[in-house]
């Protein structure tokens, strides 16, 4: 809806300027345009500093296409009182920006080089902003089967999930620091420059959001600030994870895109600010109010983006799909749905469904073409069936027998050998650091089940890297929930030189038992053996370079049926640091070993490889493979050499299945029973 409105920018909260520079050769003539502008935290707490640029492709939009200007604090660590409301720089020149396209990374905010800029296809833009601070969010995107987005400094996402990282907090909704609520002013955007961009074209606007505290989202305003005209936009069904529990409201991580601006704009002025949220502790979550009005990004564009492309779904024989996608551009949008690269007749609207599929021919590589006067944009495809995508960083399983359990390799470093202090040397190892994202992770299933078993590896460090003292580092982990809110356990390297275990059940920390050798630290190549048993009948046993060294029976412990495995780091990063230092020959066994075999592992052996259910010997460097991903529930993945069999069920393979190509088994399929079901391929969308 479009209507008259006085411009009246929003004096009560400080301006944050800068200038994107144009591309430095001009060829004079009109060319479509599109700009992601992303708006990073500098988040300084006591988990660490991150900026969160943008490091990948997000929402349609090359990396090129964003400009992650400069970040805004959020009021922890170290701002003082008097600025926790108030937030600014100095303009930066222009003329020293160029693309920055590094891997991402704890940055301290003293090194922060200003702003992550890429060069404009025309024009320049000055884009002022004022906001209450900013904050951190959990939220990594709508897929609500993925984990939240790790925090500021331990691994972070890739794209999108960097631009819903960070967002304006509105001055009401939990925060800024001083109070569960604040009364403060909202954010205001104001855009200056955008004919010097679109010379000759109209353009649309479509906002991103994000929140740490969240029902909903309001709507915002979009001012044309020349013609003195106003458009809202609303977010359809934002998605948001569960109740985190610690307020009396209903207080979610999620966030969402917005509708385009219904009316295209042509202007070389705008100024976006958000309605006041509606917020209200009631006696009880379902009695209480919670929306938020935040912001993480802008995209303005003239030529189609599809910002929110149709998701991968399974679909069987029987099933009725709809897949619909979202776009943002100059209106009117054309679209055109593709099976095969072939358009469908008839498929012109932004959603396609097929009713109660049975054919072979239903099936197929679909996509979304979406045109304007100014461009054209394809989704990315989706295939109804099982689907395939290459990998390049699979920690292959080397467990002779059984099926593998190749593991995911995250930004730790495949070193050929490594010495260490005392001249010991091993070859094939993993160096993990605090200083970028460093995890492996093994999918799990029920073959990591067991009541009983022996967790092994070495393990060669020179203690917690960060020295923050309260925070033990990840060694191994297979915990549910964070801060002990599930089951599971942390096997942790301790700041006094010792390894503990760690444990939870039903939410409950358990007892905390660390080893007697304070020895672990040292810069010395070192094996650490676990046995535990979860009845509580038994007692867990450490074993240190092969010999008893602690014991105690701790009670019972359970680790719910299908965590994964996470070595180096641990998904909850509030309650554990990354471990810094190298690890080698990590085992998992299905069985608590004895001490006589503790003794015969650490001279090499493999020990019972019946029991043995997965080594990571890391012989070889991370490499290539396939991950397949289905969807349908109870689905039993089959392999076999040739695609006409014989087939054999893969126990316990649960999607995503990582796959290497070194492997003899070339050809998978799933058997299932099922019956028909009516799929909605995206359900965030109106």
């Known amino acids: 809806m479009k209507r008259t409105r006085s411009y009246s920018p929003n004096n009560r909260a400080s301006k944050v300027a800068c200038t994107v520079s144009a591309a430095a050769l001009m060829l004079g003539i009109t060319h479509a345009a599109t700009v992601g502008i992303n708006f990073p935290v500098s988040y300084s707490s006591t988990v660490g500093n991150y900026i969160n640029y943008v490091n990948a492709p997000a929402f349609g939009i090359p990396q090129s296409g964003w400009q992650s200007l400069s970040p805004t604090g959020t009021g922890y660590g170290g701002t003082t009182a008097g600025l926790l409301y108030l937030y600014g720089i100095n303009e930066i020149d222009t003329t020293m920006h160029a693309p920055i396209n590094t891997s991402p990374a704890a940055v301290p905010p003293d090194s922060f080089p200003g702003q992550f800029l890429n060069p404009l296809p025309n024009g320049s833009l000055t884009v002022s902003w004022g906001c209450p601070t900013a904050n951190w969010s959990g939220f990594a995107g709508y897929d609500p089967s993925h984990a939240a987005q790790p925090d500021p400094t331990h691994g972070p996402g890739m794209g999108e999930a960097e631009v819903y990282a960070g967002f304006f907090r509105d001055g009401i909704n939990f925060g800024p620091p001083g109070g569960p609520n604040n009364d403060q002013p909202g954010w205001s955007v104001d855009i200056t ?63 969402g895109l917005s509708t385009a601006t219904p009316t295209a704009l042509n202007t070389d002025h705008v100024y976006i600010y958000p ?97 304007n006067l100014y461009g054209t944009a394809v989704s990315s495809p989706v295939t109804p069936d099982l689907s395939m995508s290459r990998i390049e960083n699979l920690v292959l399983d080397s467990n002779p027998k059984g099926p593998e359990h190749d593991g995911l390799n995250n930004g730790a ?218 969807q349908c529930p109870g689905a039993v993945l089959q392999s076999a050499d040739s695609v006409n069999g014989p087939y054999t069920d893969l126990p ?19 058997r299932a029973q099922h019956t028909p079901v009516v799929i909605n391929s995206n359900p965030y969308l109106m």
């Open 193 to 255: 420059g955008l004919k010097s961009l679109f010379t000759n074209t109209p353009f649309a606007i479509e906002l991103v959001a994000s929140s740490d505290s969240m029902y909903a989202l309001t709507n915002a305003f979009i001012v044309d600030v020349t013609g003195n005209t106003t458009q809202s936009v609303f977010y359809p069904n934002p998605q948001h994870y569960g109740d985190v529990g610690d307020a009396p409201w209903f207080r979610a991580t999620g966030g």
């Open 275 to 371: 309605n006041r949220p509606q917020h209200f502790a009631g006696p009880t979550h379902a009695q209480s109010t919670n929306n938020a009005a935040t912001l993480s990004g802008i995209i303005i564009t003239d030529k189609p983006v599809i910002s929110m492309s149709p998701r991968q779904v399974l679909v069987l024989p029987g099933d009725t799909v709809v897949w619909s996608g979202y776009a943002v551009g100059v209106p009117p949008l054309a679209y055109q749905w593709r099976k095969n690269g072939v358009p469908i007749p008839g498929a012109t609207t932004s959603t396609y469904g097929i009713t109660n599929i049975t054919a072979a021919s239903d099936f197929g590589t679909i996509d979304l073409r979406v045109t």
């Open 413 to 630: 470093t495949w070193l050929a050998s490594f010495t260490d202090v005392a001249s010991v040397t091993r070859t094939g190892v993993m160096n993990f650091s605090n200083n970028v994202p460093s995890q492996i992770t093994v999918a799990g299933e029920t073959n990591f089940d067991s009541t009983t078993g022996t967790i092994m590896f070495w393990m060669c460090s020179g203690g917690l890297a960060n020295l923050n003292t309260n925070v033990d580092a990840t060694l191994f982990d297979r915990l549910s929930g964070t801060d002990y809110s599930g089951n599971g356990c942390v096997v942790a390297q301790d700041n006094d030189g010792t390894v503990s275990f760690n444990n939870a059940l039903n939410g409950v920390a358990n007892v905390n038992i660390s080893t007697v050798s304070t020895t672990l630290s040292d810069n010395r190549w070192h094996h650490v053996a676990l046995t535990y048993d979860q009845s509580g009948a038994n007692p867990l046993i450490f074993y240190i370079d092969g010999k008893l060294d602690t014991s105690e029976n701790i009670g019972s412990w359970s680790w719910q049926t299908g965590q994964e495995l996470e070595l180096g780091l641990s998904h909850d990063t509030t309650s554990w640091q990354p471990y810094n230092g190298l690890m080698d020959d990590v085992r998992f066994y299905n069985r608590a070993l004895s001490s006589s075999e503790i003794t015969l592992a650490y001279g090499g052996a493999l020990v019972d490889t019946n029991a043995l259910v997965m080594q990571l010997n890391f012989t070889a460097a991370p490499g290539a493979g396939t991950k397949l991903t289905w």
């Open 652 to 670: 316990g393979a649960a999607s995503p299945y990582n796959v290497s190509v070194q492997q003899a088994a070339k050809f998978y399929r799933y």
